[in-house]
């Protein structure tokens, strides 16, 4: 995919002029410096127009820049974990249109393939850049190549599990080149917390060993006599010394070759300690301190996440644009006070994101009762399949796409054992945006098979509510609640109940209905407007929220046979999904009704916003509408076949 190189003048002449990473080979220190600066005003003027992740990359400019002076890609694999600092990566391979950033037609938000061949990683998901890099640098030892293989990860990234398994089994190869780049800015979303959190700090804050060797070496060698023998011993007890001056050992231990602490911002710091790594034949470790939002002020005052992700903003103050209005999460995080202050056994619980869902507000009144586990979704849910046994109740929020990492637990910990914890999804169906990787579209289907679970999708704020109550009422099985993200729209009130469904429209005057819409979650408006649509064509149609999609209500099929046809619709993948349940459920009480399900289809879906995501897919009021009328239109032309048939016979 090409896309047209920003035209710009000015400010950023030496950017325009950098068409690809060997562009950098021969630009001065000085020249470099000011590239550094072009680059993140670029960022902070083109990012404030489009919204994105601008604090992690205004801290990797330096980085960046050296990275690609170091080595050379794409012959060498530099790969990002998580991918959210990949926009000065971008800018340095030839990618200057940032006038799309993240929206249908655009530049990704994260590497990608279809972008450049120096793009390698683009799932987004944190903590897996080390396995890769670690099959990798296999795969070049087994086809005798030269290419170096780096892997940049952050801090936050470095605390989850899949990061330390495969630093286990880098570090077994004593002699396979690899080199990882720990980009150390203390935080994740927010700040790193953890004992490896402490770790870092530690070595953050201690002199560096290589600069005590430096000095006492200079000192010894000048010592009649006994200078050179005792630096030799000293030299020989270096393992002792490091972890005293500097205790990096825990990396040593492992077999790495530790390089750092590293000022990220110093250029040549940077890359000279870059080089080292790339001489030294083995897997190296370099420490790169670097600040969040360097050099944009209003970055460096936000507490929260230092301009983790902003949308629209001004350049000039960092205020956002316009208010989007109440949110999802924020509804939740309120509700979850409320609870906090009802019940003293409500925990929460959350993967290096607190403020991403909604669980800030609960961490400020009651701090003893919220833990931050780190990126670690596996952990999080055995954790708190221990609170449960232990008397508590926990609440772990998390994006609907990153409860995909922590499945197995939820089945075999939480679920095998009866435990009474609540899942809260947020960002779940299409998220647009993010891309591919942060849609949530795959809960449904892979809950489904999760004996006991109870699945909840809320279509208003106040379903949030009222279904995070009942989910934590809810003691000896897991619960989930999935919904949506972005801004809450209007409540869509009941007009009457059947079994524990709400009905949210019945025609008037018709002895059976023509269609029995079935509406989960956020997406109850739409299928209102699909019924508007329908009875413009004469079609009558009932419009249902099951509210709980998992279990089938007991009552659907009955009240299913009261109409012709069955139509489901979720924000969610159609295989395995609300409509195949919904279909088996049917089967199961023998209703032989005809059942058409819509939904996400099997694929991977590109960024872009929610609204052009949908309509891509065909997950629009209009686009369904015209099915249904096809389809019920089919059943009257064969009602009428099968009438004439019977006349004539």
């Given amino acids: 995919m090409e896309f047209p190189r920003a035209q710009r003048r000015g400010r950023w002449d030496l950017l325009t002029r950098i068409e690809g990473p060997r562009d950098l080979d021969q630009l001065s220190p000085e020249q470099l410096e000011q590239l550094a600066g072009e680059v993140r005003s670029f960022l902070v003027d083109s990012v404030s127009k489009t919204g994105g992740h601008l604090g992690p990359n205004l801290g990797v400019v330096e980085l960046t820049i050296a990275l690609h002076r170091v080595f050379d890609s794409p012959k060498d694999k530099i790969l990002f974990d998580t991918g959210h600092q990949c926009y000065v990566h971008k800018l340095l391979t030839g990618r200057q249109d940032f006038t799309k950033l993240k929206s249908k037609g655009g530049l990704s938000g994260y590497p990608s393939r279809a972008e450049s061949e120096h793009d390698v990683i683009e799932n987004s998901h944190a903590s897996t850049v080390l396995g890769w890099a670690d099959g990798l640098a296999k795969a070049n030892e087994l086809r005798h190549r030269d290419d170096h293989v780096v892997a940049v990860i952050g801090d936050g990234a470095l605390t989850g599990g899949m ?289 006991g679970l109870r699945l909840a999708a809320p279509r208003d704020a106040d379903q949030v509510r009222a279904q995070l109550r009942e989910a934590v009422e809810v003691d000896d099985a897991p619960t989930v609640v999935r919904y949506s993200k972005g801004k809450v729209g209007p409540p869509v009130p009941a007009v009457g109940r059947v079994g524990r469904m709400d009905v949210l429209r019945r025609p008037a005057d018709v002895q059976r209905p023509d269609v029995l819409l079935v509406s989960v979650g956020a997406l109850a408006p739409m299928c209102l407007e699909i019924a508007d649509l329908l009875d413009k064509q004469g079609i009558s149609t009932t419009v249902v929220d099951p509210r709980w999609v998992k279990p089938v209500d007991e009552e659907l099929a009955p009240f299913a046979e009261q109409h012709r046809v069955v139509v489901t619709v979720e924000d969610n993948g159609r295989s395995g999904g609300v409509g195949s349940a919904v279909a088996q459920a049917l089967r199961d009480a023998n209703v032989d009704v005809p059942l058409r399900d819509f939904g996400i289809p099997e694929r991977f879906l590109d960024h872009g916003s929610r609204a052009d995501v949908m309509a891509e897919i065909g997950l629009t009021a209009p686009d369904i509408a015209r099915q249904v009328t096809g389809l019920v239109a089919k059943l009257d032309g064969r009602y009428e076949t099968e009438t004439a048939e019977a006349a004539r016979d």
């Fill in 163 to 451: 990061a330390w398994e495969a630093l286990n089994n880098i570090a077994a190869a004593k002699d396979r080149p690899l080199v990882i780049v720990v980009n150390d800015n203390e935080r994740s979303y927010a700040p790193t917390i953890g004992g490896l959190a402490n770790h870092l700090a530690t070595l953050r804050t201690t002199d560096g060993y290589e600069r005590f060797l430096a000095r006492g070496k200079e000192v010894l060698n000048r010592t009649p006599v006994v200078g050179k023998p005792l630096y030799e011993t000293l030299h020989g007890a270096k393992k002792g010394l490091k972890d005293f001056i500097a205790p990096q050992g825990m990396f040593e231990d492992l077999g790495l070759k530790y390089v750092g602490p590293i000022d990220g911002h110093d250029l040549a710091a940077v890359e000279s300690a870059l080089q080292r790594a790339k001489r030294f034949g083995g897997p190296v470790l370099v420490h790169c301190l670097t600040e969040k939002g360097r050099g944009y002020q209003p970055a460096l005052e936000d507490e929260a996440d230092q301009f983790h992700q902003v949308g629209i903003i001004h350049p000039d103050t960092g205020l956002p644009v316009k208010s989007s209005g109440a949110d999802w999460t924020s509804v939740f995080g309120e509700e979850m006070v409320k609870l906090g202050r009802e019940r003293e056994d409500i925990v929460a619980i959350t993967a290096a994101m607190m403020r991403p869902v909604g669980l800030h507000g609960f961490a400020e009144e009651f701090p003893d009762r919220v833990y931050d586990v780190g990126i670690a979704e596996q952990h999080a849910a055995v954790s708190a399949a221990g609170l449960a046994t232990g008397g508590m109740h926990p609440v772990f929020a998390v994006y609907a796409t990153f409860l995909n990492r922590a499945f197995d637990q939820l089945l075999m910990d939480v679920a095998l054992h009866k435990c009474g914890v609540t899942f809260v999804l947020d960002r779940a169906g299409v998220t647009g945006s993010d891309g591919a990787s942060h849609n949530g579209m795959w809960d449904m289907s892979v809950l489904q098979c999760v004996p």
